[in-house]
């Protein structure tokens, strides 16, 4: 039996409170949170693609939904928890939505990465090497 589908609600406030719930529960990337919400309002009309940028913005606005933050907190998750090297976390943060302008750069003091925002901004993320 096929779960039911979600409500499809036409309020931002309503479509907002379930976001912020869906944060709280885990950290997402942009692209995770519009597919979350696109079920809940008519994705194909112009008016629930409108809502669902609207909450996003809102999100950002905020801090709640930040891709850079989300890619460090994932990576060191991954690396230092999971014991998950370096290409298997780039490629769990792509199939999660997280844009790479570029691969892994690599110096014998750090490694750094730039990855695309949402609105296509080069965002970079550094880290320091343990000595």
Do not use: W
């Not at 892994?104 to 901004?121: A, F, T």
Request: charged share 35%; net charge positive.
């Amino acid at each position: 039996m096929p779960f039911p589908r979600p409500k499809t609600t036409d309020s931002e406030d309503v479509l907002y409170e379930y976001a912020v719930g869906a944060l709280a529960r885990r950290m997402r990337s942009v692209a995770e949170l519009k597919r979350l919400l696109r079920p809940r309002v008519e994705a194909d009309t112009e008016y629930g693609k409108t809502l669902v940028e609207l909450v996003i913005r809102r999100l950002k606005d905020q801090g709640y939904l930040n891709d850079a933050k989300y890619a460090a907190a994932f990576s060191s998750f991954r690396r230092d928890n999971e014991k998950f090297g370096r290409r298997r976390v780039i490629t769990d943060l792509k199939a999660k939505g997280v844009k790479y302008k570029a691969d892994m750069i690599h110096s014998p003091v750090c490694r750094m990465s730039v990855i695309l925002d949402s609105e296509g901004n080069s965002l970079i993320l550094h880290e320091l090497k343990k000595k």
